[in-house]
């Protein structure tokens, strides 16, 4: 058995694994176990998410943070791989503009991957947070 204190394995792509679990603890155990420079775009993204939606609702789901309006379902997520960090909107196709990502396998989700040298679009990243988080949500 693993001590309380153990770091979490990285999966495949440096993707940390951790337990699913509601709230604010496990999305920061998620985060803190980030690799290199994607832990702190992860704390980035969360203050982000966090100043910027009230009735905020947290979890790690699939070994990813998920956030959610009470009550209205997941809007966003996020998920390490190897060279970049993907932050998926659950209903982006429905945002202005939508998110660059996405196939036409992809339903209504769009994402954006973010690479190491990227200068992110605080303010654009912003509206599409308000405006997913206005939306109805997913509901698994």
Request: proline share 9%.
């Amino acid at each position: 058995m693993a001590s309380p204190n153990a770091k979490p394995v990285l999966l495949s792509g440096g993707n940390p694994q951790i337990a699913k679990a509601d709230g604010d603890a496990p999305v920061q155990a998620y985060i803190a176990a980030m690799p290199g420079w994607k832990c702190e775009l992860g704390k980035r993204l969360d203050a982000l998410v966090v100043r910027s939606v009230p009735d905020l609702r947290k979890a790690v789901r699939y070994n990813s943070p998920f956030y959610a309006v009470e009550g209205r379902g997941w809007f966003l997520s996020f998920h390490v791989l190897t060279r970049y960090v993907k932050a998926t909107f659950l209903q982006g196709l429905l945002l202005n503009p939508s998110p660059p990502g996405g196939t036409a396998r992809s339903g209504e989700a769009r994402w954006i991957d973010i690479y190491e040298n990227d200068q992110l679009d605080e303010a654009q990243m912003e509206a599409w947070v308000k405006q997913a988080a206005a939306l109805p949500g997913w509901v698994p």
